[in-house]
């Protein structure tokens, strides 16, 4: 069992930054690997960015390539989205999830998911 915790959201106006965190706890942290999702009011839940258990190899959606970036600090059992550049179009729903294996950006792939952080960017 994987319990995860996000932080980090809140409101900001459009073009600046936020940096979301995901604590990890319970079993090995380090053989997962990461990803953010996102979900907007009435939208279905949507990958953002994920990253390898060794933090070697990093995924992003389209929609946040270049203006996103996924981290990860194994030693402490952290994952960070660091958000520049956002856009009204970024407001969701922010989710942590882990998985073993499986493809990066299906949802189907992660067992394990936080409870979510509420990121609302205004124009």
């Known amino acids: 069992q994987v319990q995860l915790v996000e932080s980090g959201g809140g409101l900001v106006q459009a073009g600046g930054s936020l940096r979301l965190s995901c604590a990890a706890s319970?079993?090995?942290?380090?053989?997962?690997?990461m990803g953010w999702f996102r979900q907007a009011p009435g939208k279905e839940r949507e990958f953002v960015a994920a990253?390898?258990?060794?933090?070697?190899?990093?995924y992003y959606a389209d929609s946040v390539k270049g203006r996103f970036t996924i981290s990860r600090d194994n030693a402490k059992n952290m994952v960070y989205l660091q958000m520049n550049s956002l856009k009204p179009e970024d407001t969701a729903v922010y989710y942590c999830?882990?998985?073993?294996?499986?493809?990066?950006?299906?949802?189907?792939?992660?067992?394990?998911w936080g409870q979510g952080t509420q990121v609302t960017v205004s124009s």
């Open positions: 999830a882990s998985a073993l294996g499986g493809t990066y950006y299906r949802i189907a792939s992660y067992v394990y």
């Open positions: 319970g079993r090995t942290f380090s053989g997962y690997t």
């Open positions: 990253i390898s258990w060794s933090g070697d190899r990093t």
